[in-house]
């Protein structure tokens, strides 16, 4: 390979890069397997005879789905491990506004956690059709199946995914609940929590066995009104919150003595607050 030989395959991959990081990314849940995963797409891309390549783009495309495609499978192993909920490790679409850019689907942390149902293939056809409009026929080509069964594929994951959730809350209206909850939250107003959750509330703590972070899920509103009540004692102590925009939708940063400590994020209906989000896991915020 010559100088201006690499030159160009650099300008290549860096050109559609942003676009391979939001296929892998959606893919996997996490943004340091994503770029871990990448790497392994820019090594690859060197090695390749490029003049046989149509289609760059098409090519590097191809192969981080179908890498993706084996790397969920080994991620869900790892999972199995896990200690408590898992949740999606944020990514700060403030900072790096491409990732929601072209389309914002796939990309909030429920839709990711409704994708976790899905099958390899139902989640790679979804992520392509839906987060970037990839026609049928290239998904085919990309999953090396027939048109027909894509369009299966893409109908069995939206049902799945889009099914299951109620139709939400303006940006505007999920930032209000939030920062209304913080708010609740840390006066240990019960009366005022309880105004703010839907009859089927649930909170959610990623924290892999973490020190005081809850293994199950929590739900209900008079239960979860009366544990964030207790917590108002203690865990808001010497808490600053900073907010921001990770996967598409506002969130809270929690910072102790200048460290992040946590996300929280929810989701919303027009019943109320439906998931509180709390990712506690240290491995998971060091990105932030």
Do not use: C
């Not at 192969?63 to 199995?80: C, G, K, P, V, W």
């Not at 491990?81 to 949740?87: D, K």
């Not at 600053?240 to 994020?265: K, M, P």
């Amino acid at each position: 390979m010559t100088a201006e030989d690499l030159d160009e395959a650099v300008t290549v991959f860096t050109t559609v890069r942003p676009r391979l990081f939001g296929i892998a990314y959606r893919m996997l849940g996490s943004a340091a397997e994503a770029e871990d995963l990448l790497q392994d797409v820019w090594l690859r891309w060197q090695t390749t005879d490029r003049g046989q390549v149509l289609n760059p783009a098409a090519f590097l495309a191809t192969t981080t789905t179908r890498l993706a495609i084996n790397a969920l499978q080994s991620a869900r192993a790892r999972r199995e491990t896990y200690i408590g909920p898992w949740l999606p490790e944020p990514v700060d679409t403030s900072a790096d506004p491409y990732l929601g850019a072209e389309r914002g689907e796939a990309l909030e942390f429920a839709a990711m956690l409704l994708m976790e149902r899905l099958n390899p293939n139902e989640r790679a056809a979804y992520v392509l059709r839906e987060a970037f409009d990839y026609p049928y026929a290239q998904i085919a080509a990309i999953l090396q199946t027939t048109e027909p069964a894509v369009r299966q594929l893409v109908n069995r994951a939206r049902r799945h995914v889009t099914g299951e959730r109620r139709t939400p809350v303006s940006a505007e209206d999920q930032k209000r609940l939030l920062t209304t909850f913080v708010a609740a939250a840390r006066s240990g107003d019960t009366a005022a929590l309880e105004k703010l959750f839907a009859v089927d509330v649930v909170s959610v703590s990623d924290g892999n066995g973490a020190k005081q972070v809850s293994r199950f899920p929590v739900t209900g509103v008079a239960k979860l009104a009366n544990m964030f009540h207790v917590l108002a004692d203690w865990y808001w102590e010497d808490v600053e919150v900073r907010w921001s925009t990770l996967n598409g939708q506002a969130s809270a940063l929690l910072y102790r003595d200048g460290t992040i400590a946590a996300v929280l994020t929810v989701t919303a209906s027009e019943q109320g607050i439906d998931q509180l989000l709390w990712l506690m896991n240290p491995d998971k915020l060091r990105s932030l």
